[in-house]
Structures are given as structure tokens and as C-alpha cells.
């Protein structure tokens, strides 16, 4: 089945900094969705990206398909962006999210 | 608009005890999903929804069962529950490729579950 790999596992950064966190899946998919988990719990759509960028704030997303790999983009981050980051990509199949194990990320203040 | 609604948000019960976990969702979606998220782990699928009338296993199914009531709800249901069932759930629901379009998942806020 399809491989999902995040990186880093966990990064912790100064407020003010940006990130890029890194999704790496094992065959080519037609969708890809990126979540945030905030320390609460609450699982949050952050974007729906099957290809190309989108940019919501100080948050973009980019997937390039043919390459297999998505990055978040995370700039100026705030305390509130701490939490874990999963990317999922969606079985066309049967359109089942299939899981990366998450970034740790913490911003300290 | 609310997206996703579970209710309860917390619960706890003892060994034995059933109960039913409820999830709404109010984006007219075809497809609905429970989840369980147990602590330092990625989401577990235990039964899918793909339109009304129609449920099927996932992953980790053994000890719940699911009714799909209507479009709008799919509900979870713990008929014996045990401590291995300590969890967050998680409803999310999604709408099918129909028409040729897709705009990926949404989640509700979750229920904690403890079983003692």
C-alpha cells in the first residue's frame, strides 16, 4: 500500500520563525490533505491540495504530484501554531486517508 | 454553519457499559467516517459510510457497530465497551466523486472516551 513520510518528526522553533515541513508519499495520488492538530486535540483542515499551491495567511501549501512530495510553508509562526501537522493522502479507490506520523511542532515564545 | 457536530464531548464509563456516540454533519456530504485517535498516534479508520443506507469496516472495527440514521448522521456504537477502547473519536465526512469533484475531509472537534 501507499507509504505517507513526514519530516522532520519534530522541530521546535523561536516565535517569529518559519518552517517548511515535508510529506513524501510512495505512488502517485490524485489527492492530498494537510491537518493541524492543535494541543486541544481538535483536528483542523488546513488545505486541500492535490496539486499546485494554495495559501491561506501565513500558511501555503505546494504538491507536485509527478514528484511525490507536499510541503507546509509556516511563516512568522505564533505560539497557537504549535501542535502536530499530518498530511493524509485519499485512496481513489475508495477515498480512505491513508496517514503520515505527524511533525511535533512547538514555538516558544 | 457548523461542518461536523460529535456529541458528548467527554465520556466516561466503566467496563460493560454501552453507549452510542453521535455525529451530525450539515454539508449535505455523501460519505462519513469514525476514527479513533489513541495517544502519540495517527488516526485508525473503524467504519466508513459512502452514502446513506451503506456502512462498512475499517481498520479496527471489532467492538463497535455504526448506523448510517440518514444523510446527516452515523452514529457509533460501544455495545460492551473495554478498557482497550480508552480513545479519541473522531466523525468526519466527506462528499464522493459524483460529479467529478472532490474537496477533501472534515472532522469534528472529537470525543474522549475513557473506559475504567
Known amino acids: 500500500g501507499i507509504q505517507v513520510e513526514q519530516s522532520p518528526p519534530d522541530l521546535i522553533l523561536q516565535e517569529g520563525a518559519n518552517s517548511t515541513l515535508r510529506c513524501n508519499f510512495s505512488?502517485?495520488?490524485?489527492?492530498l490533505q494537510w491537518f493541524h492538530q492543535n494541543p486541544w486535540g481538535q483536528l483542523i483542515n488546513l488545505f486541500y491540495i492535490p496539486s499546485g499551491t494554495k495559501q491561506n495567511g501565513r500558511l501555503s501549501a505546494t504538491t507536485v504530484a509527478t514528484e511525490r512530495y507536499s510541503l507546509l510553508y509556516i511563516s512568522s509562526s505564533q505560539t497557537t501554531d504549535s501542535g502536530v501537522y499530518f498530511c493524509a493522502v485519499i485512496m481513489d479507490s475508495n477515498y480512505q486517508l491513508i496517514w503520515g506520523a505527524g511533525t511535533k511542532l512547538i514555538i516558544k515564545p | 454553519n457548523a461542518g461536523v457536530t460529535q456529541t458528548p464531548k467527554f465520556q466516561v464509563l466503566k467496563t460493560g457499559q454501552s453507549m452510542t456516540l453521535q455525529c451530525a454533519q450539515d454539508m449535505n456530504h455523501n460519505s462519513m467516517y469514525w476514527y479513533r485517535q489513541d495517544p502519540g498516534m495517527g488516526l485508525r479508520l473503524i467504519y466508513y459510510s459512502a452514502s446513506e443506507g451503506t456502512t462498512d469496516k475499517g481498520e479496527v472495527p471489532n467492538g463497535y457497530n455504526v448506523s448510517r440514521l440518514n444523510k446527516r448522521e452515523f452514529s457509533l456504537r460501544l455495545e460492551s465497551a473495554a478498557p482497550s477502547q480508552t480513545s479519541v473519536y473522531f466523525c468526519a465526512s466527506s462528499e464522493t466523486h459524483l460529479d467529478g469533484l472532490f474537496y477533501g475531509y472534515t472532522f469534528g472537534s472529537g470525543t474522549r472516551l475513557t473506559v475504567v
Open positions: 505512488d502517485s495520488v490524485n489527492n
